[in-house]
């Protein structure tokens, strides 16, 4: 059974009820109960902070142990050369999300300080960008 993480980064507790027009009106709670239905091979936990160090933390704590994280930092994103550090100190591989697309909103979210330490980096898809990332962790041998 592989090990999941999904960690969640600032603001990221407010879906459903934050910019429904960029997020959509979903929680996240809910679309990770969907996750966790649908692909039962599986061990899908999950971590929101909107603490920096906290994220930190929790990268170095699951970084050995799972098959894979899926890390969603954020407005973090931009500004963590320390998420960046934790990600590559770590052996187990992290794709970096994103709901919205990026690259279509404020210059400053179209750089990313964290994807240089990614296995990949998927924007854009809605909520959908967690499926598309745990799918890229079942397709590896």
Known sequence: MKKILIINGPNLNLLGKREPTIYGNASFEDYLNMLQKRYPQCAIAYYQSNIEGELINKIHEA????????????????????????IKAVTTPVVEVHISNVHAREPFRHVSMISAGCKGVIIGFGLDSYRLALESFLAEA
């Open 63 to 86: 970084g050995f142990d799972y098959d894979g994280i899926i890390l969603n930092a954020g407005a973090y994103t931009h500004t963590s050369i320390a998420l960046l550090d934790a």
